[in-house]
């Protein structure tokens, strides 16, 4: 294992086990290994540091979307990438803790860093392309091209399901039962009425896989290079 991912491995076990705002760049090098100085080699600073874990973790969900996706076309359908992305996350205890931890750090990182930054823009450029392929092939209720907005009511629509730890109805239910919960919301509000033609899935599951393709090897160069 190179020295940049025990550092990303120290700086998330970290945050796991004491919050971002407990934890120093001492912490993550001492965990790691290394010198201080190493991790500044490699990141700028603590937001830094942090945003690389959170690329790594971003890389993994894709990974995996992009393996559901291999495995059956029929997850090109909005609702279904929405509920494997939601599982993804579940799956995934330092995404959680991401998600579920300190809103206000987690902006800072996507704001205030060169790599959040350039997750930022990554993203704001594969939703243009994943809504238009979409509604291209008659899966997206709405144009893009002519609803501005949509991008920001699918995520507000969603966001509440990925911070469900501040909703008391979701106590009572297990992972699957959210996951299919977030897909009615999306599938209700997002697509068009029916089941999707199957020759539309494959067609914009071949352009999906392109997309995720694309955005691995964005965010996996947005990570410091091994020495």
């Known amino acids: 294992m190179g020295r940049v991912a025990q550092m990303l491995d120290a700086a998330g076990d970290l945050l ?14 001492r965990r790691a290994g290394v010198g201080k100085g190493t991790v500044y080699l490699h990141f700028a600073s603590k937001l830094e540091l942090f945003a690389g874990v959170l690329v790594r973790e971003s890389v993994g969900i894709t990974e995996e979307l992009l393996a559901a996706l291999r495995a059956d076309p029929a997850q090109a359908a909005l609702d279904a990438t929405m509920r494997t992305s939601y599982l993804a996350v579940q799956r995934r ?3 959680r803790a991401l998600f579920a931890g300190d809103v206000e750090q987690l902006g800072a990182i996507a704001t205030d860093t060169k790599t959040g930054l350039e997750i930022v823009t990554d993203k704001t450029e594969f939703a243009r392309e994943h809504f238009a392929l979409l509604h291209r092939h008659g899966l997206l209720a709405d144009d893009p091209a002519t ?10 629509a969603c966001i509440g399901f990925f911070l469900d730890h501040l909703v008391p109805a979701a106590a009572g239910m297990d992972a699957t039962a959210r996951a299919d919960a977030l897909a009615a919301v999306v599938r209700a509000g997002f697509t068009p009425p029916g089941e999707p033609d199957p020759a539309a899935l494959a ?3 071949t352009g999906l896989a392109a997309l995720y393709e694309r955005t691995v090897d964005h965010l996996t160069a947005a990570l410091p290079e091994e020495p």
């Open 147 to 156: 609803t501005p907005d949509l991008r920001y009511r699918l995520g507000a």
């Open 16 to 29: 796991l086990a004491h919050g971002y705002r407990r934890v120093t760049v001492d912490d993550v090098a």
């Open 203 to 205: 067609a914009v599951a």
């Open 93 to 95: 205890p330092l995404t």
